[in-house]
């Protein structure tokens, strides 16, 4: 059942004057102030006297899932309080840590999470609230992960929700777009650490788009993707094996040539940031992700737009779009196409399907690209698609409620845990309902 703590007196945080804006530079998060705790305490004391209130994570997103009208709040001067625990295989972390420094800590006590991003710079809190994932058939969201999550609530105490003791709800509350207060700590599992590889095949012939071929390349390793631009063929697999499980490809793979040397999957761009692509072993956290922790991927000049659909239904879903390619392309850094393993949480856009998810990154041009996004979902509607909450769409709200068949058990568990609304905004008030 769900524990909970009332708060203690405690001094107000400072704040700072203003959010500021996202990695992209495309959202801006309000007129604040953005307050930063260094205590629990402090971050209880603030959230008990806010009428609203929003968390901050580490500004990746590109939607307004963040965006607050009123007051703002980072954790990220908060203690990290990263407890492995190796018998049991979990770590209790703290929200506003990265999921890269996470990954150092649980790779030097033998273990690794089960799965990771293609950032590596995103917190573990804000990558859970909006269902953030890796690629690979058999891997499921960053969000499967947690087995225990703490939330401040409106009121400032403090609540204590796993897997084992509220089964009946812990489905709705660790992907919960922040609505249900601030999440402070989450219980992660991890796995046993094993060596990975990873090797990048270029330019397939546009006579492997089809089902079977696309399925193939995807179940080439334990995590895949591939990148493309809209003009009939795929230009880069970046496949992820694990040492000793996965059989390494051959130079010639289904048409593609392995790459000689490192590629960045947005043309033009330089590799140094990166992960290997050698093929040589390495830690889990240096091939998982696409790029480097110590880097930074980009300048963040871009849009990003992304949609689940059944992996079943990828291929179709592909061709129904590649008509649009000449219009796409001249506004398209890359695209890109991942998988993820079903899970059972309300809000993930892979909610008992097990999806294949149609990425776009884009130029940072903003209106040209919410022109054609509207034609793009078009065309995607006979796949019953479902955005990614942290990413730009412009599907009608009522659209993106049909896909989630526990919606309504969700706002029931929000009118139980937040009845006052302090912890929504005007992106969730529209999607969800008010």
């Known amino acids: ?31 604040g102030p953005l307050h930063a705790p260094t205590s629990l305490e402090e971050l209880r004391a603030l959230v ?23 007051d703002l709040v980072t954790l990220a001067q908060l203690p990290p309080d990263l407890e492995i625990d190796t018998a049991s295989r979990t ?18 006590r033998g273990l690794a999470p089960a799965n990771m991003g293609s950032l590596p710079h995103i917190s573990v809190g804000g990558a859970t609230a909006t269902g953030t994932h890796g690629s690979g058939d058999r891997r499921r969201s960053l969000s499967s992960s947690v087995r225990e999550i703490e939330l401040v609530t409106a009121d400032g105490d403090q609540l204590t929700l796993s897997r084992e003791g509220d089964p009946e709800i812990f489905g709705g509350a660790v992907l919960a777009l922040g609505t249900l207060g601030v999440l402070t700590h989450l219980t992660l599992d991890l796995v046993p650490a094993a060596p990975m590889r990873q090797s990048v095949h270029l330019d397939f012939p546009a006579a492997r788009m089809g089902a079977q ?36 490809l051959p130079e010639n793979w289904l048409g593609g ?41 980009s300048n963040g000049e871009e849009i990003q737009s992304e949609y689940f659909v059944a992996r079943e239904d990828l291929a179709p879903a592909l061709a129904a779009v590649m008509p649009l390619g000449e219009r796409i392309r001249p506004l398209l850094h890359a695209s890109e196409v991942r998988t993820v393993a079903a899970d059972e949480l309300w809000l993930s856009p892979a909610y008992q399907r097990d999806s294949a998810c149609v ?35 412009t599907t009608a709200p009522e659209q993106v409620r049909a896909q989630y068949p526990r ?25 969800l309902g008010e």
């Open 48 to 70: 008990g006297r806010s009428t609203r209130i929003r968390a901050l994570g580490t500004r990746h997103s590109f939607s307004e899932v963040a965006a607050s009208d009123a």
């Open 359 to 393: 990425h776009f990154t884009w130029k940072q041009l903003p209106e040209q690209v919410a022109v054609l996004l509207p034609e793009i979902e078009e065309r995607l509607a006979p796949f019953a698609p479902r955005p990614h909450w942290g990413k730009v769409f």
């Open 1 to 31: 059942m769900p524990t909970e703590t009332s708060p203690d007196h405690a001094p107000e945080p400072d704040a700072v004057e203003r959010p500021g804006v996202s990695w992209s530079g495309t959202v801006d998060y309000g007129p």
């Open 91 to 108: 770590v209790r972390v703290a929200a506003g840590v990265r999921y890269g420094e996470l990954a150092l800590a649980a790779h030097a």
């Open 407 to 431: 919606l309504g058990d969700f706002l029931a568990l929000r009118d139980r845990l937040d009845p006052e609304r302090v912890f929504t905004n005007a992106y969730v008030d529209r999607l």
């Open 213 to 248: 071929d696309l399925a193939t390349m995807l179940a080439g390793g334990a995590s895949v993707s591939l990148f493309h631009h809209w003009d009939g063929h795929i230009s880069q697999a970046w496949v992820k094996q694990v040492v000793g499980a996965d059989a390494e």
């Open 257 to 297: 040539m392995r790459s000689r040397e490192a590629v960045h999957p947005l043309p033009g761009m330089p590799a140094d940031s990166c992960t290997d692509q050698s093929g040589a072993p390495g830690p889990a956290h240096e091939r998982l992700p696409h790029f480097r922790l110590e880097f930074t991927p």
